[in-house]
């Protein structure tokens, strides 16, 4: 699991950016309520979206857990989800939910070390 440092970092890049794609509130660069979907899509589907670092799907389509606990037993959770709206995945700032959530919009994403690029530098 990332921590939540380097998924926003993975999210926003060094720049600054509001969302992965710039700071323009724009929906249909994510799977969030606006786009009216009402599912998960596969990651490759919002080209459009992309962070810095290439990834797919950083805000929209489910929410994800980064390795921090909020409270005893409540994680933290990123990135929004296909029930969200558009606001509520600003990258910069964190849900959370309880370690026993059971939802069809919440999930992780597996991270691994690069040579060329590795998020914990820059």
Known sequence: MSTAEQWEKAAR??????????DQKTAAKCNVRETGVESTTSVSRYH???SPYGLYDMVGNVWEWP???????????????FTSLLFRGVPAIADDANHTVHD???????????????????
């Open 13 to 22: 890049g060094t720049s600054g950016r509001t969302f992965p794609w710039g």
């Open 104 to 122: 069809d919009d919440t999930g992780f994403r597996c991270v691994a070390t690069s040579e060329h690029a590795p998020l914990g530098k820059g």
């Open 48 to 50: 459009r979206g992309v």
């Open 67 to 81: 390795a921090r606990v909020t409270t005893p037993g409540r994680y933290e959770l990123r990135g929004s989800a």
